[in-house]
């Protein structure tokens, strides 16, 4: 249950390149902004595109290629769509029935084995509901339900807990870890929020642009991320530059002091909103990294607030109310931004 | 207009509203005039008078086939436009369109030009198998295919593009092939646009004239359906002709009717 895929995508609006290898059980997380080449990634990979150019094999048997395109329902692919896609016209029951029918199995066994999909999933009490009497979260297990009753050789997942509130996403999430650990083909997870590639997945690969920028373990790439959109996922200042012992020049011409002296050549360095340090005059002492800049936006983050500060570049800044009532800072304000150079972590781009 | 536009907007123009009573009367008077003639008291004895039933009963069969005929081989049809691309679909859709503006009588020639006794199908037809297909009612049950067939592809393709292809990739994912899929999924949701079409398309067959008087002809009993019959009881016998007038009447009111419950139901779902 091993899935070797590197394939080309072309499309007017972008082009995709995938280079990804997965192991039997693995859970494999798909993060990048819209445009990326999630979605693309995931239908080539279900035989809904063609691929342009490479190879997708599973398990040894080549799904795409060159003149090569193994149809959608003979690839043994499920996939879990973001909005759940259940058929409107079949009950709950039937919907999870649907591909053990498909492949043949008599019409009593499918529905007792659907039966307890729905029970293990949490939802067997709404076997006769129509999917539009379910809610978000439960049709969304439903849709699990059915993809996993089909006995899928690999499982894709495109934004499984996006439409769902907050708490309703985070009880989906445990729960969908636990089946994934369970299920022993390879599972691909496409995610918008970082708490869902943490949780779930074993490796994360992040796509900008229809290319893979990094590869990492959820640890790896929320403690040096490549890319903004994982930094402001993960909640990091992120730039780049480049570094000479251990300070990094911004094309900007701003200057970073990061902890990692030793460090030379083009770099990354992040640094936590909540490290940084706000002052409406130019702070005395001996801070490293002060910038000035003007407070763009002040809005609650959680317990805290959250003030952007457009300087040489831009950083996000969290404050306690307290310190904003303090400071009375507003959007225009003029400020000075400090962070310790112990609180920067730099890393080779 | 509702009244609260009236006090925002103003009244709307007379320059507007005299052209639409006249536009309306001129649409309601005709009908109005079918019902205040109708023979009321004789009514059952015109319509059960042989020349009405024959027409009657000839109608009721010939569009019944018809619309089978056009449900059989139409939505599959639609299915290739609304689910597939191949080179010249808009030229196929074109055609399939075509019958909606052409003339009827002008459907007739066609017809006769391709099926006739001297026709490019026709003549070998009849020259191999001895089979001759203008008047006969085989020929009327043609005649209301051609012109009806249009409304059937047109409204199925509408509700095969309406109910999306993205549950056709679920099922696909599902492991369903592309005919299990159109049985299992496709045609279920879009089973209200294919009632409306099969609806509209028997209500057209009714209705159809022109095609039919000039490739089937006119024999009582065989051919002479219930429009021919009303346009030749006209002259001898007018109160057969607006009996079976208003029998059309009702039917073209109930289909909208149903079409109507149709629609709307199909919009709660």
């Known amino acids: 249950m091993s899935l070797d895929a590197h394939f080309v995508v072309r499309r007017p609006a972008h082009t995709t390149t995938v280079d990804l290898d997965a192991g039997p059980g693995e859970i494999v997380g798909l993060i990048g902004p819209n445009g990326a080449g999630k979605s693309t990634t995931l239908r080539a990979l279900a035989g809904l595109l063609a691929v342009d150019s490479g190879e997708i094999a599973l398990d040894g048997r080549l799904l795409s290629g060159s003149d090569v395109h193994v149809p959608t329902h003979e690839r043994g692919v499920g996939f879990v769509f973001q909005d759940h896609l259940l058929f409107p016209h079949l009950t709950a029951l039937d919907n999870v029935a649907f591909g053990g029918r498909s492949r043949g199995t008599p019409r009593a066994e499918s529905r007792s084995r659907a039966a307890e999909w729905l029970t293990r999933l949490g939802v067997g009490g709404l076997a006769n509901r129509k999917p539009r009497e379910l809610s978000g979260g439960q049709a969304q297990r439903v849709a699990i339900a059915r993809a996993l009753a089909s006995e899928p050789r690999m499982l894709l997942l495109d934004e499984p807990t996006a439409s769902l509130d907050a708490s309703g996403a985070m009880t989906l999430r445990t729960q969908l870890r636990e089946h994934l650990r369970a299920f022993a083909g390879v599972s691909i997870v496409v995610t918008h929020t970082a708490l869902d590639a943490m949780v779930m997945t074993d490796r994360i690969i992040v796509l900008d642009a229809g290319d893979i920028v990094q590869i990492g373990t959820p640890t790896q790439v929320a403690a040096r991320p490549r890319t903004q959109h994982v930094a402001a996922l993960v909640g990091l200042n992120l730039v780049r530059g480049a570094a000479r012992a251990g300070a990094i020049t911004l094309p900007s011409g701003m200057t970073i002091v990061s902890s990692n002296g030793q460090l030379t050549g083009p770099a990354f360095a992040t640094f936590s909103p909540a490290t940084v340090s706000l002052y409406t005059s130019r702070p005395q002492g001996s801070p490293r990294n002060v910038w000035e800049g003007r407070v763009t936006s002040v809005a609650p983050h959680g317990d805290a607030v959250r003030v952007q500060v457009e300087s040489q570049a831009r950083l996000l800044v969290d404050i306690t109310p307290a310190a904003l009532a303090a400071l009375g800072l507003r959007s225009g304000s003029l400020v000075w931004a400090t962070v310790k150079a112990t609180e920067v972590t730099a890393y080779p781009a | ?269």
Not at chain 2, 5 to 22: F, I, K, S
Not at chain 2, 72 to 97: H, K, N, Q
């Open chain 2, 1 to 269: 207009m509702s009244s609260s536009a009236v006090r925002t907007r103003g009244r709307a123009p007379l320059g507007l509203t005299l052209p639409a009573a006249t536009a309306l009367a001129f649409l309601v008077i005709p009908v109005a005039a079918v019902l205040i003639r109708a023979p009321w008291g004789t009514l059952v004895d015109d319509l059960s008078a042989p020349e009405a039933r024959d027409a009657l009963r000839l109608s009721l069969v010939t569009t019944v086939t018809s619309t089978v005929v056009c449900v059989a081989f139409g939505i599959p049809l639609a299915w290739l436009l609304a689910r597939t691309s191949f080179r010249g679909r808009s030229l196929v859709r074109a055609m399939v369109t075509l019958p909606l503006v052409l003339p009827p009588v002008v459907g007739g020639v066609a017809l006769l030009l391709a099926f006739g006794r001297n026709g490019i199908l026709g003549k070998p037809l009849d020259d191999a198998f001895g089979i001759s297909l203008p008047f006969t009612t085989a020929a009327v049950v043609m005649a209301q295919v051609f012109v009806a067939l249009p409304f059937l592809v047109i409204s199925v393709e509408g509700a095969f593009r309406a109910s999306g292809e993205r549950y056709d990739e679920a099922a696909a994912t599902l492991g369903a092939s592309r005919w299990s899929t159109f049985r299992r999924v496709t045609l279920p949701l879009a089973f209200p646009g294919v009632v409306a079409g099969a609806v509209l398309c028997w209500a057209r067959a009714l209705g159809e004239f022109g095609a039919t008087i000039t490739f089937a002809g006119n024999f009582p009993g065989t051919t002479r359906t219930m429009p021919t019959q009303v346009y030749l009881a006209l002259q001898d016998d007018p109160d057969s002709a607006i009996a079976l007038s208003l029998v059309l009447i009702v039917v073209s009111v109930v289909v909208l009717a149903l079409l109507r419950e149709r629609w709307l139901s199909g919009l709660s779902t």
